[in-house]
């Protein structure tokens, strides 16, 4: 898509999550996609008319590229996924002669079209917190965040606003690679001025390494969204804790067990004997 101009466009439905923009085919037709990135889990391509599309995957979505009956390889971790049929809700035909089609069962993810001069000022995006895997993620931001605050580590990392993209996995996966039991008051990671501790330290070099080794592994996968061939993503092979509840703990040397409790709504698995 990056470099090529929309030919033809086609939604087949009026929404998705949320109704699609007015005029959506209409606007983007004939524009250049001058740019293509991502902000957290939100895909951004920049356009030669001077907005920004801006899509979501939601649970469930995925694009598929062809060009000419030949279906493009996403990637060494690439699935077959979303096949042709009543799913296929969004297809761009691109100059390039790749048609890109975006399937969702589930129909949890959206498109919008926003002004590339408003999209600080987006709902979708104005709150959100640093990239985990940038600069601007440290230890030094980390603790500013925590400084004072009584909810628990959990808490503090699944809230987009400190950091964007963490999810419930990706948090017990760092917070025991990090040996911090996410119970525990976030406060630990600043010291009375506000500067960061050691645990915030380890904490951030925890979540960063497990990014890393994830999007190395293709991605993790839940019981309900599965591959193909019914298997998991590669790194859910790889979890210490993530549903693993009564499971042995894998840090050498621990002799502790996986615990499930829940925390404002959501599972949380840790190892209570080498998390502390």
């Keep these: 898509m990056e470099g090529a101009r929309f030919l ?15 005029g959506f085919a209409r606007r983007l037709t004939g524009a250049t996609v001058t740019g293509l990135g991502r902000r957290a889990k939100y895909i951004v391509a920049d356009l030669s008319s001077g907005d920004v599309l801006l899509m979501h995957l939601g649970m469930s979505g ?35 002669g790749w048609t890109v089609t975006f399937n969702d069962p589930r129909r ?30 440290d230890a030094v931001m980390l603790a500013a965040a925590a400084h004072g605050k009584k909810t628990s580590l959990k808490a503090l990392l699944l809230d987009q606003r400190v950091v964007a993209g963490l999810g419930n996995i990706y948090v017990a996966e760092a917070l025991h690679r990090a040996h911090l039991s996410p119970r525990r008051p976030a406060s630990i990671l600043a010291d009375r001025k506000g500067a960061p501790t050691a645990a915030a330290n380890e904490l951030v070099e925890a979540i960063k390494h497990v990014l890393q080794d994830a999007v190395r592994a293709g991605g993790s996968s839940l019981r309900n969204h599965r591959l193909p061939d019914g298997e998991l993503g590669y790194f859910s092979h790889y979890f210490r804790v993530y549903d693993r509840a009564g499971e042995a703990c894998s840090q050498p040397g621990c002799k502790g067990k996986i615990r499930r409790i829940v925390q404002t709504g959501r599972s949380t698995f840790y190892c209570p004997v080498c998390q502390r």
């Design 8 to 22: 033809d466009v086609k939604a087949y439905r009026p929404d998705l999550r949320f109704p699609f923009p007015k």
């Design 62 to 96: 995925s694009f598929r590229a062809e060009k000419s009956g030949r279906e493009k390889d996403m990637g060494e971790f690439h699935h077959p996924r979303g096949k042709p049929g009543k799913h296929d809700h969004v297809v761009f035909t691109m100059s390039s």
């Design 108 to 137: 949890f993810g959206f498109m919008k079209l926003v002004p590339r001069a408003a999209l600080e000022a987006e709902p979708m995006l104005r709150n959100l917190g640093p990239e985990p895997l940038g600069n601007s993620f």
